[in-house]
């Protein structure tokens, strides 16, 4: 707390006199502060609980407590509720809560539903994730390129503040020019003055996902499940240097090596160079017919929709290539 260090021992003011003046309980400031205690019963319920919610984001506390429970640890819903409060994470449906935004950040309207991405720099957007350690968890943030599916630029901290995101911006701003929309959620991190002012100062639109909305963003939540699953997991890293350098090689990897279905078995760095054979659309099948607040210039892509049962459409630029199994899978 930020008034607690205005209080000091060796003040001239009597330090009940400073808690008066500053509004501190006079209690918080006197109880001897007790170390934080790691406990590892709790690091482990929260690997497994971030490895289900990787794979089923709309799992709530009560589902985690039953898959918990299938996992041999008998807990109640309270004490997940703190391990996933603690995570920021919670279940992806509509609901009162699910997200919690600065109450004194602005907060923009999300201007991409029916915008036909058809070239490279069109739309970027960005997401944080926690990536589990030995002890304990790290964040990542990443800026990714919609039409071609490149991570653009990324960043891992040991704290959730806006500084890493602003830092990650300002790199693939630096190395890549700037797209015409840039989307993200309404963190508080991506609703700051800080992050915000970053876009304005490039003229850059700002876009961010309707609360509730887990398909808005659909492309960077694709991104963390393969980041996980291909790399965190397989290599259970232990520090945040090892993190650091693991992930450097899997984005390397990622951009220019592994082939993309959905870009034709293209990498994205291939396609984010020749602005050729990417592409998407975020189709909402029960506001189809609403106006769209923003018009983004368009060189008449040809679209194709791929549809699953129960999920809002995807539809993607035909490049010749059979619809993605990435694609598919990014809705889950």
Known sequence: ??????????????????????????????????????????????????????????????????????????????????????????????????????????????????????????????????????????????????????????????SMDAVFCVDCLEDALRDHGKPEVFNSDQGSQFTSEDFTGVLKREDITISMDGRGRAYDNIFVERLWRSVKHEDVYLNGYATMGELLIGLTKYFALYNTERPHQSLGNKTPQEVHKTSSGGGAMIVDKYRTKERLPVTLRSSGTEFEEVRIENEPAIQIAKTGAAPSSCEKSSAT
């Not at 707390?1 to 209690?27: E, N």
């Not at 309270?78 to 920021?88: D, E, G």
């Not at 304990?136 to 990714?144: D, E, N, P, R, T």
Request: net charge positive.
């Open 1 to 158: 707390m930020i008034r607690l260090g205005w209080i000091g021992v060796h003040a001239d003011v009597t330090q009940k006199r400073q808690c008066v003046l500053a509004g501190v309980s006079r209690t918080t400031v006197y109880v001897k502060r007790k170390p934080v205690v790691f406990v590892e019963v709790d690091e482990v319920l929260k690997r497994l609980i971030d490895e289900e919610y990787t794979r089923h984001p709309f799992y709530g506390s009560r589902k985690m407590v039953v898959h918990l429970f299938r996992c041999g640890h008998r807990v109640n819903r309270k004490r997940v509720q703190r391990l996933m409060r603690s995570m920021f994470l919670a279940g992806m449906a509509p609901g009162p809560n699910t997200s919690v935004a600065h109450p004194k950040h602005k907060v923009y309207p999300y201007l991409l539903r029916g915008v036909p991405v058809v070239r490279s720099n069109q739309v970027w957007s960005t997401d944080i994730t926690y990536v589990r350690l030995e002890r304990g968890f790290a964040y990542l943030v990443a800026v990714i390129d919609w039409y071609s599916r490149r991570v653009l630029s990324w960043r891992i901290s040991n």
